[in-house]
Each structure stands twice: as C-alpha cells, then as structure tokens.
C-alpha cells in the first residue's frame, strides 16, 4: 500500500533522515518508535508532502507521490489526523464532521445551508459513531476535553475515506487511563476497516500491546523493524533506544 525507499532530508547541517526505506502493507498497522530527535515527525512531514525531501520515492497505491502538493496526497488516499478540531471552537462536533465530508466530496459547505446534503450527514454520523463520539455529536469543539478533540481530529481526517492514516501521538497529552482508552479506540477504527495505519508513539506499553509491526528509527535511520517480540528482543533496539538501564527489565520481559 505504501511503499517508502530511500528517504533523506536534511536541514541545513543536520542529516533529519538518512535514506529510510520502510513498507507498509495494506491494512497493517504499524508504531514508529525513536528516541527523541530520531526523525519520526520529519518522516510524517516528508511523506504526508509537507516538506519536500532531498531524495527518494514515497509510492502510494503504485504511485509515486513525490513531489506533490499535501492536498494532492491526500486526494490519492494517505490523510494525516493534525490538531485542528480547535480551529473551529464554534462549531460542533457533527457539523465539523460534515463539513469536511462535503469539502471532500467538492461541494460548498455552509453554516447557514438548512439542511446539508443527507449523504454528508449520514457519514459524519458514521464517523462519530466509529469513535464512540455518537453522544457528543452536538458538543461545540471548545468544549471538548483534551481526549475528545483528538478523536475529532482523527475523525476529520477520517472523513476524506483515506487508505493511509496517519497519527502522531494519539495519546499525548493524556492521562495513563484516558491513554487506554483512546488507544483502544483507535485499535478499534483499524481491526474494523480496512485502513492502513501509521502511528508514532512514544509509550512502549501502548506500542508493544496494539502494534502488528515496529519500526524503529534512531538517527535519521531505520535501527529494527519488525514484530513486537522481535522488538523486544532486538539488542539494537535494547541498547539505542531504551539504553541500558532497561536492559534487564526488557530482557526479562521477553522471556
Ligand atoms: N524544520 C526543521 N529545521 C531544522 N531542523 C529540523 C527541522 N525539523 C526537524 N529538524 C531536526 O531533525 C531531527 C529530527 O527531528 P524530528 O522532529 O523529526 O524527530 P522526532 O523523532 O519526531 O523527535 P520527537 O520525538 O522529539 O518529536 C532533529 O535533530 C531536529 O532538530
């Protein structure tokens, strides 16, 4: 489904990402993990379009999107859930929800439209009810919490039918419990759809307990991939990127 081969970016002295080729299959999904400064962020913005790489080839659906706008790789399927719901602090969850839907679908949305096209309506009620957000349809987005306006974010990406999605930190910002909670919501969106999820994150009990497949980077470049046990047991991964102080407590868990 996305297909990523030899990725590099610098800014000026510093060498961001260092030739990074990594797939994705459809329909998988996957955590890209690193420690600070390892080029995760950078490898969103390089292949979601919103910053232009040195070299590579970024290949959506058997076509290389490289070089093309971030409007255009959205339109060819891959979306990317940014913090926006608090953009529009006046409006509500549902009407947000359709007007994304109805500027997907190249329609005018308008507040003062009565009634929006059913079709837009029935999917951001999809979407709502996807995200458990089915109760909260009328909230108005500044009255969100922290945890709700990260679903609506991912709901509004959701609502250009992507194939790739792609999420930076779900779970920032949150508590240790509203952090399970949001994470089983997003492993539920995957398990029932056939989209092909990207995550990074930073919490390793979240990363080893959802992931399928870990992909690594530290530097600029890929350190490990592969499935969770694997992770666990990659020394690499023990030692670059827990560092030593977990080394036992990794190694034991692994057993
Ligand atoms: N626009 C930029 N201009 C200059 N340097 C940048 C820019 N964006 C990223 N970098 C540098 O590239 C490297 C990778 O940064 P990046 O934000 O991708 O890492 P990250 O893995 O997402 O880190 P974190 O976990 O802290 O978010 C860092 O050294 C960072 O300082």
């Known amino acids: 489904?996305?297909?990523?081969?030899?990725?590099?970016?610098?800014?000026?002295?510093?060498?961001?990402?260092?030739?990074?080729?990594?797939?994705?299959?459809?329909?998988?999904l996957t955590?890209?993990?690193?420690?600070?400064?390892a080029g995760k962020t950078t490898f969103f913005n390089l292949i979601s379009g919103h910053i232009r790489a040195d070299r590579g080839r970024v290949v959506l659906n058997?076509?290389?999107?490289?070089?093309?706008?971030?409007l255009e790789i959205v339109r060819?399927?891959?979306?990317?859930?940014?913090?926006?719901?608090?953009?529009?602090?006046?409006?509500t969850m549902e009407d947000s929800l359709i007007a994304a839907v109805t500027a997907r679908r190249g329609e005018l949305f308008t507040l003062r439209r009565r009634a929006p096209l059913p079709a837009a309506r029935d999917r951001a009620r999809e979407i709502l009810d996807t995200l458990g957000l089915s109760s909260r349809a009328g909230a108005l987005s500044r009255n969100l919490s922290h945890g709700e306006q990260k679903l609506l974010d991912i709901g509004l990406a959701l609502a250009v039918d992507p194939k790739v999605l792609l999420l930076d930190e779900p779970t920032a910002g949150m508590g240790a419990e509203e952090r399970w909670r949001m994470i089983e919501k997003v492993h539920a969106l995957w398990e029932g759809s056939d989209l092909t999820m990207i995550f990074i994150e930073h919490d390793m009990d979240i990363v080893f307990q959802i992931a399928q497949q870990i992909n690594v980077?530290?530097?600029?470049k890929v350190l490990a991939?592969?499935?969770?046990?694997?992770?666990k047991r990659n020394q690499d991964v023990i030692d670059a990127y827990l560092g030593k102080d977990h080394h036992h407590a990794v190694a034991e868990d692994a057993r």
Not at 9 to 15: A, I, L, Q, T
Not at 225 to 231: A, D, L, N
């Open 1 to 28: 489904m996305l297909d990523i081969e030899d990725l590099a970016k610098s800014f000026g002295g510093v060498e961001a990402m260092r030739g990074v080729t990594l797939d994705f299959p459809a329909s998988s």
């Open 31 to 37: 955590a890209i993990i690193g420690p600070n400064g």
């Open 62 to 70: 058997g076509e290389d999107v490289m070089g093309r706008s971030s």
């Open 76 to 91: 060819r399927g891959m979306a990317r859930a940014f913090q926006v719901a608090s953009i529009f602090p006046d409006m």
């Open 217 to 220: 980077l530290s530097y600029g």
């Open 225 to 231: 991939q592969g499935t969770p046990e694997e992770i």
